[in-house]
């Protein structure tokens, strides 16, 4: 677990989003801010993230999306010269804090990028690798957790009869879904999605949207996305970014129809970015 590892933190005050909301966050992101060296890419923002809902963070290129959803994770601390101020709440405790057991969080917080990027292995051990480093070796076990991944992420019909064939032999697609199944078998609550589905061809792209649609049953999901027709198809909460900045954060459709602020009407119509 986690928490065996941290410190509990200071009373939280994460804000709430515009609109009022219905579930009650996973996250609460206090006062973020994100360096790369002596730039500031993320300017102390606050926002509070809804368990079992999509977020979508949208805004253009540069704007501090991607830095953002890594920083959940940890995964800048892979950066050198990158560093995180302020706090992101989940269970009680500061993601942020020196404390914590990284390892442990990534299974909790897990990630999947823009390009799929299955190991060079079988289906079978993709699913397998992180579950047998994490101490699960009987057999049974497994192929009940590659079974399951695979059904969760939509792909199991497809590959039940090659499971042990490459994993490079699949789509694009497929390879994509396989990673989501392999993030699947840590058994997440948050799922981090960086342009999931930007590099598939349009009925790949379709398949990976209702997937993370029906995942959201179980996990809390933060996807950043260029696509706005994807982020208004299917997420629930949708965050505006410019220059490091939240500029909007609402219900999607809020944002979508009836935006509070003229530089998001700008950005969803087309005019920059
Ligand atoms: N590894 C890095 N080292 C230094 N600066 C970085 C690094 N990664 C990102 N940045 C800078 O931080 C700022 C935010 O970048 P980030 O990649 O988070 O934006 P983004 O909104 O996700 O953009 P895109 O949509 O193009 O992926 C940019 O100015 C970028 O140049």
């Given at each position: 677990?986690?928490?065996?590892?941290?410190?509990?933190?200071?009373?939280?005050?994460?804000?709430?989003?515009?609109?009022?909301?219905?579930?009650?966050?996973?996250?609460?992101?206090?006062?973020?801010?994100?360096?790369?060296?002596?730039?500031?890419?993320?300017?102390?923002?606050?926002?509070?993230?809804?368990?079992?809902?999509?977020?979508?963070?949208?805004?253009?290129?540069?704007?501090?999306?991607?830095?953002?959803?890594?920083?959940?994770?940890?995964?800048?601390?892979?950066?050198?010269?990158?560093?995180?101020?302020?706090?992101?709440?989940?269970?009680?405790?500061?993601i942020?804090?020196?404390?914590?057991?990284?390892?442990?969080?990534?299974?909790?917080?897990?990630?999947?990028?823009?390009?799929?990027?299955?190991?060079?292995?079988?289906?079978?051990?993709?699913?397998?690798?992180?579950?047998?480093?994490?101490?699960i070796?009987?057999?049974?076990?497994?192929?009940?957790?590659?079974?399951?991944?695979?059904?969760?992420?939509?792909?199991?019909e497809?590959?039940?009869?090659?499971?042990?064939?490459?994993?490079?032999?699949?789509?694009?697609?497929?390879?994509?879904?396989?990673?989501?199944?392999?993030?699947?078998?840590?058994?997440?609550?948050v799922?981090?999605?960086?342009?999931?589905?930007?590099?598939?061809?349009?009925?790949?792209?379709?398949?990976?949207?209702?997937?993370?649609?029906?995942?959201?049953?179980?996990?809390?999901?933060?996807?950043?996305?260029?696509?706005m027709?994807?982020?208004?198809?299917?997420?629930?909460?949708?965050?505006?970014?410019l220059?490091?900045?939240?500029?909007?954060?609402?219900?999607?459709?809020?944002?979508?129809?009836?935006?509070?602020?003229?530089?998001?009407?700008?950005?969803?119509?087309?005019?920059?970015?």
């Amino acid at each position: 677990m986690v928490t065996a590892f941290m410190e509990k933190t200071t009373e939280n005050q994460a804000v709430q989003s515009n609109s009022q909301s219905h579930k009650e966050p996973i996250l609460r992101v206090n006062n973020l801010e994100i360096f790369y060296g002596e730039k500031r890419a993320v300017n102390g923002i606050s926002m509070d993230i809804e368990k079992k809902s999509i977020t979508a963070l949208i805004g253009p290129s540069g704007c501090g999306k991607s830095t953002f959803l890594r920083s959940i994770n940890r995964m800048n601390d892979l950066i050198p010269g990158a560093r995180a101020e302020g706090e992101i709440i989940y269970e009680d405790l500061n993601i942020l804090s020196e404390q914590i057991n990284v390892v442990a969080l990534r299974k909790e917080i897990g990630m999947v990028f823009q390009k799929p990027n299955p190991f060079p292995k079988s289906i079978y051990e993709n699913i397998t690798h992180a579950l047998k480093f994490a101490g699960i070796k009987k057999k049974s076990k497994l192929d009940e957790i590659v079974e399951e991944s695979l059904k969760k992420a939509a792909l199991w019909e497809e590959v039940k009869d090659r499971l042990h064939k490459s994993a490079l032999s699949l789509s694009g697609g497929q390879q994509q879904r396989l990673c989501i199944a392999r993030t699947i078998a840590m058994k997440p609550t948050v799922m981090l999605l960086d342009e999931p589905s930007s590099a598939l061809d349009p009925i790949s792209n379709a398949k990976v949207e209702d997937l993370i649609v029906d995942l959201k049953q179980e996990y809390s999901i933060i996807i950043v996305t260029h696509n706005m027709q994807q982020a208004s198809r299917i997420s629930d909460k949708t965050a505006f970014f410019l220059s490091g900045d939240i500029i909007e954060y609402d219900n999607t459709e809020k944002i979508f129809t009836n935006p509070a602020v003229k530089k998001t009407e700008e950005y969803i119509s087309g005019r920059f970015g």
